[in-house]
């Protein structure tokens, strides 16, 4: 399965929506944004799935993206 990053205005962001994520059985880490996203804080979160549906869920949990991209 494809690995999709998504980026976070704030390190808090990014680590409740890994917490969202893996709840909702998605697997996924922190890992530093990479350069071609360049937004937020430098942090983000890779996880494998449908960006999607990963985007939908983290939404209706009040986080929204600041930029996604495969990885």
């Not at 709840?23 to 996880?47: D, H, K, M, Q």
């Amino acid at each position: 399965m494809d690995r999709y990053i998504f980026a976070f205005p704030s390190v808090n962001k990014a680590l409740k929506a890994l917490t969202i994520l893996k709840s909702s059985g998605f697997s996924g880490e922190i890992v530093r944004t990479p350069r071609n996203l360049s937004a937020g804080c430098g942090y983000s979160v890779a996880a494998e799935g449908d960006p999607g549906i990963i985007t939908e869920i983290l939404e209706k949990n009040g986080i929204t993206p600041k930029a996604s991209g495969k990885l």
